[in-house]
T-cell receptor, first 111, second 112 residues
Framework: GEDVEQSLFLSVREGDSSVINCTYT??????LYWYKQEPGAGLQLLTY?????DMKQDQRLTVLLNKKDKHLSLRIADTQTGDSAIYFC???????????FGSGTRLQVQP | EAQVTQNPRYLITVTGKKLTVTCSQN?????MSWYRQDPGLGLRQIYY???????DKGDVPEGYKVSRKEKRNFPLILESPSPNQTSLYFC???????????FGPGTRLTVT
């Protein structure tokens, strides 16, 4: 079945860039998403990319998609302490009724 | 304000005591679903509904029931909860599958 994998933890210093990586196995994915979960809160959609795109930029966020390697990354420029959270990669397959989530990457931003 | 609400937010119960977690959305979304979140496993879909009276199993439906009698509400029912259903539960809604899903704040359930 579908599988989405992420590293569990990333620590960066405030002001640095953060890069969170994700790999997926399903070649028929149509949309790929990044969600943010702050402590005690639900999931907030940060950004998404359609599978026929290579890159999407939205303010401090840059999403890169390498469809050949099935690799997705989220770059956060000028990382702030408020960016500390768990980040989930998720993919939606054509015709499937659910998102498949990775296990989440905990981003810790050191002041 | 557009939102998905869940109640209760926290619940501690005992094995076998039936419980219901409510979910309501005010965005007139057709698609609603329930996920459970467990450490190291991400979110896994329990059940989903594409519209009123249309529901189907997700990846981990065992031990759960749902109903969709009205468009805005999608309750999750545990007829006989067991300790392995201790988890964090999220309800989500969207205009359709594969598009942006709006998540509720979560319900933390502990079954002893």
């Amino acid at each position: 079945g579908e599988d989405v994998e992420q590293s569990l933890f990333l620590s960066v210093r405030e002001g640095d860039s953060s890069v969170i990586n994700c790999t997926y196995t399903d070649s028929s994915s149509t949309y790929l998403y990044w969600y943010k979960q702050e402590p005690g809160a639900g999931l907030q959609l940060l950004t998404y990319i359609f599978s026929n795109m290579d890159m999407k930029q939205d303010q401090r966020l840059t999403v890169l998609l390498n469809k050949k390697d099935k690799h997705l990354s989220l770059r956060i420029a000028d990382t702030q302490t408020g960016d500390s959270a768990i980040y989930f990669c998720a993919e939606a397959e054509t015709g499937r009724r659910a998102l498949t989530f990775g296990s989440g990457t905990r981003l810790q931003v050191q002041p | 304000e557009a939102q998905v609400t869940q109640n209760p937010r926290y619940l501690i119960t005992v094995t076998g005591k039936k419980l219901t977690v409510t979910c309501s959305q005010n965005m007139n979304h057709e698609y609603m679903s329930w996920y459970r979140q467990d450490p190291g496993l991400g979110l896994r879909q329990i059940y989903y509904s594409m519209n009123v009276e249309v529901t189907d199993k997700g990846d981990v439906p065992e031990g759960y029931k749902v109903s969709r009698k009205e468009k805005r509400n999608f309750p999750l029912i545990l007829e006989s909860p067991s300790p392995n259903q201790t988890s964090l539960y999220f309800c989500a809604s969207s205009l359709g599958s594969g598009v942006e899903q709006y998540f509720g704040p979560g319900t933390r359930l502990t079954v002893t």
